[in-house]
């Protein structure tokens, strides 16, 4: 592994061995930046095992990582675990024999190795990442969300409140959400 640029392996000398040979390399402790305001709230940690095959290397790759995060329901601060798998065929940019560029024409949308015949592995890895954020993750499967009345979290430590400090604009909305729920099955 290269020890200066994480998630990127040179394969140059991989890529002259028959088709099928592997390297295998552990990732650990990495942390990468993410677009779209996600926030890394672990480091990643896993296997890239990169395979040679005709026309490229195959890239299976198993992570773990985790996402910082706002429950949906109670706001709550959260880091929301992921489990990431990449597997995707990697071609190179160069031939091999000539050095000359190779047509990207027929498939501009794969995945290239560098110039140098390097795999460099982070923007899949953020694609990845992007792609299992999940829409509204909880902090627990059962989460009770939020009072309409006072706005704390309901649940354990939360103390029912007397009818009468109920604001009537606020009952009607908590019946609306009571409609709203069964409504949703
Ligand atoms: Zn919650
Ligand atoms: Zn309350």
Same mark, same amino acid.
């Given at each position: 592994m290269n020890r200066f640029q994480p998630l990127t392996y040179p394969l140059a000398a991989l890529l002259a061995e028959p088709v099928g040979s592997e390297r295998a390399y552990g990732v650990s402790g990495v942390t990468i930046p993410l677009p779209d305001d996600l926030r890394l709230a672990a480091a990643i940690e896993g296997t890239v095992v990169v395979a040679r095959t005709n026309r490229g290397v195959l890239v299976d790759s198993r992570l773990a990582t985790a996402l910082a995060g @706002? +429950?949906?329901? +109670? %706001?709550r601060e959260i880091e929301i675990p992921l489990d990431l798998r990449i597997r995707e065929e990697v071609l190179p940019s %160069? !031939?091999?024999? @000539?050095g000359q560029p190779l047509d990207r024409s027929g498939e501009p949308d794969v995945a290239r190795l560098t110039d140098?015949?390097? %795999?460099?592995?982070e923007p899949l890895v953020a694609e990845a990442i992007s792609l299992a954020e999940p829409i509204a993750p909880l902090c627990?499967?059962?989460?009770?969300?939020? +009072? /309409? /009345? +006072?706005g704390e979290r309901l649940g354990p430590g939360h103390a029912d409140h007397p009818? !009468? !400090?109920?604001d009537p604009r606020l009952a009607a909305l908590r019946a609306f959400r009571v409609d709203g729920d069964a409504e949703n099955g």
């Open positions: @706002t +429950c949906s329901r +109670c %706001l %160069l !031939d091999l024999a @000539t140098h015949h390097e %795999l460099e592995l627990e499967p059962a989460c009770p969300g939020l +009072c /309409v /009345v +006072c009818e !009468d !400090d109920i």
